[in-house]
């Protein structure tokens, strides 16, 4: 086994933009990933994947659906669900999974037939007391706008910068 290198973990750390929220429930409906006051969503036009990992940190009746969605704005509206798992989240640190790429989002908005340049979760709990920790794992859309490829730099990815591309 060997040990990563400062510049391995470097180049680890670059490639993935990182992002943590606390859901709170309110009600047993499905809800756009929100804190009690504010919705969020991410602008999925820099992503070329993204990967949603959750875990209860308080739990009575738990989270029952894991939904990463396309939606119109960073506040939920047109919310159109990309991919689903349902899940049995009835206990403190259980944690459960899931990702999408940017082509499942741009088929989405194809079929949606609506721009949708923003990617959320909607998260189903079984009580309104329920709390959930979300971590989006963003990554980056590769130079000229082609995922998985790289242009490198002393050593470090060079990220397309021209959204025209």
Known sequence: MTA???ATVGRIGAR???KMFLHTAGDTSAN??????KKYAVNSRDIAGLRVAIMEVVATSGCTK????ACSDASGTNA???KELTVSLTALQKWASLEVTADELNLAEVSAGKVLPYVTVR????????????FFLMDPVRFGGVPGTDTWVGG???YNTDYGV
Do not use: F, H, M, R
């Open 123 to 134: 998260l189903t709990c079984g009580s309104s007391a329920d709390k959930v920790a979300v």
């Open 4 to 6: 990563l290198s400062a």
């Open 80 to 82: 159109t669900s990309v």
């Open 32 to 37: 756009i990933l929100t804190d009690g006051t």
């Open 156 to 158: 470090l990815p060079v």
């Open 66 to 69: 894991l939904e990463i969605v």
């Open 16 to 18: 993935t933009n990182c």
